[in-house]
């Protein structure tokens, strides 16, 4: 796989914790980031930032730093993201503050910061989006809008900074993240919940952080030239299924 002076946002865990790893062991020099303390699993010649990616000024930083540790950046990996599980009945103006300023004006303020350097020597964006961002997921009006953002932002910078740049974006399904616990936990009977939902994969599981991961560094890679302003699922096949199963009548 190719080599990038990469930067991941959201590197503490789950997602963006394998894509660290990932790019890592392709030997990728990667910067990461997140709003608390460097995690301990971090091999020690990955750089880590503490860093807001909703606020403007904390990604200046965050990409000044990147570019002082390890030059200019080659490849931005959006993957930062937060869930509010709520109604828009429901949704206050801090939930919008929160939900929008992280999954929309993060992935925004990143590209943005980082589109420079992408313009000039080339490089790629690959933003994690979500199948929720197509299909709606209960209760998570201003989560799903967020990541239709992200999916429809990602084309645009495709269209307007080809062919310098590449930029994809990578939705991916059900996963087996603390998020994804989270979700389950909001249903009346969370173990019957993540049954019926395993039942609805053809491949009868989730997937797992490295699965996403496998196809960042894939769409990072020259093996990916071709690939642009598109939105790849990964989903175990869950949208691609009629939700009628054999003895549903």
């Known amino acids: 796989m190719t080599a990038h002076t990469a930067l991941v946002t959201g590197g503490s865990r789950g997602i963006g914790r394998a894509i660290v790893e990932r790019l890592y062991a392709d030997g990728s020099r990667v910067v990461t980031c997140g709003r608390g303390e460097r995690p301990a699993y971090l091999p020690d010649d990955v750089h ?146 993540r049954a019926d939902a395993v039942r609805r994969h053809p491949l009868a599981r989730f997937g797992t952080p490295a699965d996403i991961a496998n196809i960042v560094a894939w769409l990072a890679s020259d093996e990916a030239v071709w690939a642009t302003g598109q939105c790849f699922t990964v989903d175990g096949g869950l949208t691609a299924a009629s939700p009628l199963r054999p003895g549903a009548f």
Not at 75 to 102: E, F, R
Not at 132 to 160: E, M, P
């Open 48 to 193: 880590w930032v503490r860093a807001d990616v909703a606020d403007p000024g904390s990604v200046d930083r965050l990409v000044a730093e990147a570019r002082q540790t390890f030059g200019q950046v080659s490849l931005l990996v959006n993957n930062a993201g937060v869930l509010v599980a709520k109604t828009v009945a429901d949704s206050t103006d801090d939930d919008w503050d929160l939900q929008v300023g992280v999954n929309c004006r993060g992935v925004f303020n990143l590209s943005r910061a980082v589109l420079p350097d992408l313009i000039e020597h080339g490089g790629v964006i690959v933003n994690v989006g979500s199948i929720s961002g197509v299909v709606a997921d209960l209760s998570s009006a201003l989560y799903n809008a967020s990541k239709a953002f992200v999916h429809a932002l990602t084309r645009s910078i495709a269209i307007d900074h080809g062919p310098q740049v590449r930029c994809n974006a990578v939705l991916p399904g059900w996963i087996e993240t603390d998020m994804a616990v989270e979700g389950f936990d909001l249903a009346d009977d969370p173990a019957a919940a």
